[in-house]
């Protein structure tokens, strides 16, 4: 199963958010297993979740918007 | 088909019985991922009914409520952008408005998105359709300081507005009031002389459905919506029929985009002021004046190409000049095979003691690792020839690729690179759909494969699979093909650039032209000009070298191990022998090049990597001669040509199934060699 991580996304594309949840990549995918791309149910635009690293680093920018 | 247990049969007949009774309905509308199915749940409770709209096999969920003491029935439909159709999903949910009678709409919209509910609000005005506006998900836009005017919105619309938290029932005691008061809303929207003028013919003639207003199929058949072709046949006469579609051609004489294009444009130019007016703080629809303008000017038919060609410009200078010259070198030369590679063979050596395995692993000791087979440092070495490529060269490469492609999408041009992308394309013969996976493509061309769905039929999906498996680079290989050209003079890369898109725009010209069918319009919400911000570039820059790391490593080693296996089993040696006939006698190519075409079919980056590493000595050293030009661009077109990776090949079969697989297959093979075989001669006869 894709290991998308459930929250809000904002599509870069169209602008769209959505619940991250349901809308990783297809089974059809032969990678999709650990595949942290999603598709954006409006314009149907990929791209990767934010997690793992980049997901720590958001959440550091986050804290320190925050702050602020 | 049912949803509810067997052991609630009885609670669902009660439920059939309530709908067949029932006098009104609640038709829930809103764009996809609005809360639209938990508003329902809300509303109906726990036993509903969920079968194929007649005649496709898009479900429609409905169910029963109470309202103000009457019984209702509620249907929920599947989520749109609009009543003008794009997909089989929005048909349906058009169809129902159509079909329906005295209804009333609740339109679900997302707070956080409110432009992109309006614009449905927009239609259902037009359509006159009796209506409530839940403003769902509240909580979260105002947790992201996005607040709406709902009392100025509702007097605005003279609708009822209700914000909601569907997830908390929050706000539905208000929406079960206001359904049974629902009214059409005040807002219209006034169109340019030309579609007026096209309307007042038109509006007259349709006849009246019951659900929706005449002008608003006026202007669904205006926009070219070929869904009401059927309904037009059935309720028009020829002369009457004759009469739209000279008003329709009138109308689309006057401007150089499509009428749907353009009655979207003006409608968001109507939804953006009710927006700026309803919006008390937050995301408001731009920026300022110059990002107005910015924005205007970017999508411009004559404007935007200067724009374009500029970005496109610091694309090359960013990735092919600074990423494959500067930081390939450091990465390459001075971290990798100066430091890297002697500390792991001397780590090698220091922890295995057997003197067999450390040669097995890292070679003679002393002898450079470029003229030994070690399976760990070595010609083929897992580390020295694998993480080297994956690393040292194509890694600087996309990471420069991901930031300008994350400037791109932070700065908001992205979409305005589609909508000026989409002209070009169709010229090509696609429609305008289609330049969402050909943009993606230039991510990920699997993915991209993948987003073919988009497509509405058999014909476009093909075409767009193939386009994208014969000639758009993914990111990986396009900074791989940037660093290459940054070495080559700029007619050669002209001539690598004009070979690939007379090609796209050839094959795809022949496919539309030999495939019978239709095509269909591209509408975008673009979002503001913004300057983007340094931190979330840097956080969607990582997420895509994660990714890549991820995906295109492990081919990269397999790649490698691959190659090791070969080498010792003298395959290497057998396979540029047999491919000798094409690679040298066709293409002129050097003998080496055999391997990483074969290998290429791992990944294109691969294949293109190796062709970098073989070149790379001589444009240091400034000794290209203009025939190695010409074996880096017949080389380049030849891979850019080539399937661009083993996971891309098993997407196609697992979308497109065998035949059609097996058939973009054995096309693109023999064709990508002829198209090469073509360049060289004609460069060498041209430009030699």
Known sequence: ?68 | MTRNPPAAAAQSERLDKELREAPRTVILVGNPNVGKSVLFGALTGKYVTVSNYPGTTVEVTRGSAVLDGSPWNVMDTPGTNGLTPMSEDEQVTRDILLWERDYACLQVCDTKNLRRGLLITAQLAEAGVPMVLALNMADEAASRGFQVDAPRLAAVLGVEVVPTVAVERKGLAQIQAALPGARPAKLSVRYDQAIEEALAVVTPLMRETGGLSTRSLALMILGGDDSLRAHLEATLAPAEREQVEEARRRAASRYPESLRFVISKQRLAVVDRLHDQVVVRGARSAASDLGRKLGSWSTHPILGVPILAGVLFACYEFVGVFGAKVAVDFLENQIFYDRLVPWFEAAVRFLVPWKAAQEFLAGPAGVPFREHGGFLVGRYGLFSMGLSYGMAIVLPIVATFFVTFSLLEDSGYLPRLAVMMNKLFKRMGLNGKAVLPMVLGLGCDTMATMTARIMETRKERVIVTLLLALGVPCSAQLAVVFAMLAGVSAAAAAWFAATIVMVLFLVGWLAAKVIPGRGSDFVLELPPLRVPQLGNVAVKTLARIEWYLREALPLFIAGTLLLYVLDRVGGIAWLEQAAAPVVVGVLDLPRQAASAFILGFLRRDYAAAGLFLHYEPFVKAGTMTRAMEVEVVVALVTITLFIPCIANFFMILKERGWKTSLAILGFILPFSVGVGATVNQLMRWLWL
Do not use: N
């Not at chain 1, 619940?19 to 059809?28: T, V």
């Open chain 1, 1 to 68: 199963m894709p290991a998308v991580v459930k929250r809000m996304e904002t599509c870069p594309l169209c602008g769209t958010g959505f619940d991250a949840e349901g809308q990783g990549c297809r089974p059809s995918c032969p990678m999709a297993s650990g595949c942290r791309v999603i598709c954006c149910p409006s314009c149907h635009y990929s791209f990767p979740q934010e997690s793992g690293l980049a997901g720590k680093l958001r959440g550091l920018l986050d804290r320190r918007r925050a702050a602020r």
